[in-house]
């Protein structure tokens, strides 16, 4: 069934709006704040790059945008909508941005084709028909249409995450996010999801991105959001970010992952 | 008079093992939809369902069968409703079953990777359908061999409804002891009975492991 009140919503955002605005937002795990006063503003058509060490927030900062992980003070906007102003614009948003997984997270009961089209068919209430031609399409731009009558566990990991940056385009979002989508896979098969992502980068998507994958960084980022401890410690362009850091915290971090080099 | 034990005894006991099966069947399938629910309402986020549900459980789990089945019988007829042995076994095996299931099928759900939750809610799937489509059928497979597991001691545990005065299969039995005094005779022939009902569950639940465990490896 369309749902005629998020279409009405979603045509009176004001496109002036940020893609996604965080304002002040703190975020603790009982007596632990994993992210302290995050302000952060990603215009449409953004790509931004979220890098750090190991336990420094980047994860939970990119689940906040999209409330699998909810928040204990500060406000968050994704095209305009606050999401931190309650359940119902969460489930409006959360359809509207499309979220990969270190760990892929594909249905393993569905295959290829059925894992494209459950959310379409069942949150935009698509036709199959259309549903179909769209997950094929899908599949045919992340170059693995001959594969969409498989189960995921017939597919490498690379063609695995590529099962789900397709899933996930299916559903026609206005922000994809990213958490470390190549961490989990054998180094011959980042290249091909990196280069998935390129596409969809050129394409004009609108990107955040967890990865320590500095040569993407560098290509695609229009800025690199450094973190440590919850904090946002640098955000800069990437040619500024890289040969330039300002914190010394920045630039033991890249001394660590190379990314100087 | 002592009867001695014939054709007729020998079939009014293959035959009382409808009811043991009718029993079973009606308890099972009301344990579904009951244990559905529990299971449900046990990871449910809503302390007002969890709450009841957990507590629901440990009481059933807690007491023995017999006395469900007798609070059951004689609680109906306290409150002068009369109750059929029959209905009153039925309902409480049904109550009985909906814990036990309700519990096995929680672990299921639980069983399922989170990340699983996370990628439904994230494609912004709502509650029916996440679990519709992709908790539930995974859960599912997990369950099979335990639920099968429970099905067998359902189909045993209806023999404590002869007490009340169904007759069933151990019920028949007892009938026709009493009548024969061949107590191996007809407890070994009730024995087999049962046996019969349930080794092709079990055989059958081994069999539908290997299949969807094959299934998950592809
Ligand atoms: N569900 C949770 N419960 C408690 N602590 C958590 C939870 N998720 C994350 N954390 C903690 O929050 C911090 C930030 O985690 P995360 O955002 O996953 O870091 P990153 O993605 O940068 O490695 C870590 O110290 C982690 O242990
Ligand atoms: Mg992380």
Known sequence: ?261 | MIRSFGANEFWFIVLAAQWTVALSAVAFTGGALGGLAIALARISQTALLRYPAIGYVRLFQGTPLLMQLFLVFFGFNIFNVSMSPWGAAAIALTLHASAFLGEIWRGCIQAVPGGQFEASWALGLKYYDRMRYVVLPQAAKIAVAPTVGFLVQLIKGTSLASIIGFVELTRAGQIVNNATFAPFTVFGLVAALYFILCWPLSLLARNLEQRFSVATRR
């Open chain 1, 1 to 261: 069934m369309p749902d005629a009140a998020s279409q009405v919503t979603i045509q009176e955002t004001d496109p002036g709006m940020p893609a996604i605005r965080m304002e002040n937002v703190d975020k603790w795990f009982g007596h632990f704040q994993a992210l302290k006063n995050i302000d952060l503003e990603v215009d449409r058509g953004d790509k931004i790059v979220v890098c750090g060490p190991s336990g420094s927030g980047k994860s939970t900062l990119i689940r906040c945008i999209n409330q699998l992980e909810t928040v204990q003070r500060g406000r968050i906007f994704v095209d305009g909508i606050e999401l931190t102003a309650g359940p119902k614009n969460v489930e409006k948003i959360r359809r509207e941005v499309g979220m990969v997984f270190q760990q892929f997270n594909l249905f393993p009961h569905m295959t290829v084709l059925q894992n494209c089209m459950l959310a379409p068919m069942k949150v935009r209430g698509v036709k199959r028909a259309e549903a179909e031609e769209t997950a094929r399409r899908y599949l045919a731009r992340v170059k693995i249409p001959e594969q969409a009558e498989k189960y995921p566990a017939q597919l490498s990991g690379g063609q695995q995450q590529r099962v789900a940056i397709a899933r996930a385009l299916c559903m026609n979002p206005k922000v994809m996010l990213f958490d470390e989508p190549t961490s989990a896979l054998d180094p011959e098969m980042v290249q091909e999801v990196l280069d998935t992502m390129i596409d969809l980068a050129q394409e004009g998507m609108t990107m955040v991105v967890v990865t320590h994958e500095m040569g993407f960084a560098r290509k695609v980022a229009d800025r690199v959001v450094f973190m440590d401890k919850g904090e946002i410690v640098e955000t800069g362009d990437p040619e500024t970010f890289f040969s330039n850091p300002r914190h010394q915290r920045t630039r033991t971090f890249l001394g660590q992952i190379g990314g100087t080099q």
